[in-house]
């Protein structure tokens, strides 16, 4: 018995579980039970497209609200949907560290990307990754991931972060008249969405610079 679809059919016509599979429903209460398990949501998306968007629509979301309420239900405050279709990205922020590649900010060292236990996000320190004319923009910034002894760059320490209504955001505005360039290749490897030069456009504030020296 094929049961009903409750949102849409996203079903390619290769797709084998066209023949019956469990609800919504039931997938919600299956996960929550299992406490939203980011490695066990993961593995569903891969099974077909169907799958996939329910992890997309419900679960990730779900995940992100019992990892880090407080953040998640700030970042909608504004009335913005532009969350919606990013649970999956932010959920992977939460818990994955993106590592190096060499080329960029480091030449000389490569750490791989990594997940992390638990991360303490916090609008607090991300003032201090703003100029001070920007400190009304709100930015969740991570605690750092810490790599020790890393040859000549020494210690190692990554931050991941947010903007709560980038798109009009006093940063992005400064980016604009700046004339800072996206990077040609580099994309960020939460959302795959193109990267803005902040050290070209002299934006990173000397609070900043203490941090990632």
């Not at 969350?83 to 590649?101: Q, T």
């Not at 900010?105 to 990307?113: A, D």
Request: aromatic share 10%; charged share 20%.
């Amino acid at each position: 018995m094929i049961l009903t679809k409750q949102y849409r059919c996203v079903h390619s016509s290769s797709c084998q579980c066209t023949k019956g599979h469990l609800s919504e429903d039931v997938i919600f209460l299956v996960f929550r039970q299992l406490n939203w398990n980011p490695k066990l949501i993961a593995a569903l998306s891969c099974v077909c497209k169907w799958f996939d968007d329910l992890a997309k629509r419900v679960l990730w979301k779900e995940f992100c609200k019992t990892r880090a309420l407080k953040m998640m239900l700030d970042l909608q405050s504004c009335g913005s949907h532009s969350v919606d279709g990013n649970w999956r990205a932010l959920g992977k922020l939460l818990i994955y560290c993106s590592g190096c590649s060499g080329g960029r900010l480091f030449n000389s060292i490569q750490i791989p990307g990594h997940f992390v236990y638990r991360t303490r996000f916090s609008r607090t320190s991300g003032k201090s990754f703003l100029l001070p004319h920007c400190r009304t923009d709100v930015l969740y910034v991570s605690d750092p991931c810490e790599h020790l002894d890393q040859g000549d760059d020494g210690d190692v320490g990554f931050f991941r972060g947010v903007f709560k209504s980038f798109m009009v955001s006093k940063v992005r505005r400064m980016l604009i008249d700046r004339g800072a360039q996206l990077h040609p290749t580099a994309v960020c490897p939460y959302c795959k969405a193109k990267m803005w030069n902040m050290l070209q456009a002299n934006m990173v504030p000397l609070t900043a610079s203490c941090k990632l020296d």
